[in-house]
């Protein structure tokens, strides 16, 4: 069965300009995460949906960092006018669900690497 | 707030021998505990879960892990090590909101390198 899917692998951008960074869940997860892993950091909490809405986004540094889940699947983490420090390896991570009585573990992609020149 | 603290940036074991891997937490109420593994240029793979029960948990891999109420840790551990473990290990917590929503706190990680 397919896993958590994240494209593009690899974004090199200016810095100043738009991206879009996606995530395809295992099937039938309803819980979706975006960490952000920098180079010898563990990965630090972006944000966090249960289904369509945003259950806690209390990890996105600024207002530049947006993310949709429209239709309880695929979501798309957004970064406005993007700066040299975003650059990091944005990490989606699904779980089957995000209820209190679930103790699954999270199941992650292999990451989208940002560079911002 | 919830936390969990990796004291050890790398650890380096001889193939063959025991390893340990060290994580301490911070939580208030019961702690859920997960340790993860990180190959190069992968994603993170889940190893194992402590949420009640025994204290030694059994995972993937041959890893096991001991949660110690008394000392806040949660060690990660296996009895003869491979070249193939050398990855990076992350401990995670799992910080639940009045809310009934939560996500996970993962530690700094500690790269394990096991020498042939």
């Known amino acids: 069965g397919a896993g958590v899917s994240q494209t593009p692998s690899n974004k090199v951008t200016e810095k100043g300009k738009y991206v879009e960074l996606r995530c395809d869940p295992i099937?039938?997860?309803?819980?979706l995460y975006w960490y952000r892993q920098s180079l010898g950091q563990g990965p630090e909490f972006l944000i966090y949906?249960?289904?369509?809405?945003?259950?806690?986004d209390s990890g996105l540094p600024n207002d530049r960092f947006f993310a949709v889940r429209p239709e309880g699947s695929v979501s798309t983490l957004k970064i406005q006018r993007t700066e040299r420090g975003d650059s990091a390896v944005y990490l989606c991570?699904?779980?089957?669900?995000?209820?209190?009585?679930?103790?699954?573990?999270?199941?992650f992609g292999e990451g989208s690497r940002l560079t911002v020149l | 707030a919830q936390s969990v603290a990796q004291p050890e940036d790398q650890v380096n074991v001889a193939e063959g021998n025991p390893l340990t891997v060290k994580c301490t937490y911070s939580?208030?109420?019961?702690?859920?505990l997960f340790w993860y593994v990180q190959y190069p240029n992968r994603g993170l793979q889940f190893l194992l879960k402590?949420?009640?029960?025994?204290?030694l948990v059994k995972g993937s891999y041959g890893f096991e892990a001991e949660f110690n109420k008394s000392q806040t840790s949660f060690h990660l551990k296996k009895p003869s090590a491979l070249v193939s473990d050398s990855a990076l290990y992350f401990c995670a917590v799992r910080d639940m909101r009045t809310s009934g929503t939560y996500k996970y706190i993962f530690g700094t990680g500690t790269r394990l390198k096991v020498l042939a």
């Open positions: 402590y949420i009640t029960g025994d204290n």
């Open positions: 991570a699904s779980s089957l669900k995000g209820t209190a009585k679930n103790t699954g573990e999270l199941f």
């Open positions: 099937s039938g997860h309803t819980a």
């Open positions: 939580v208030s109420g019961n702690p859920y």
């Open positions: 949906f249960q289904g369509t809405g945003a259950a806690d």
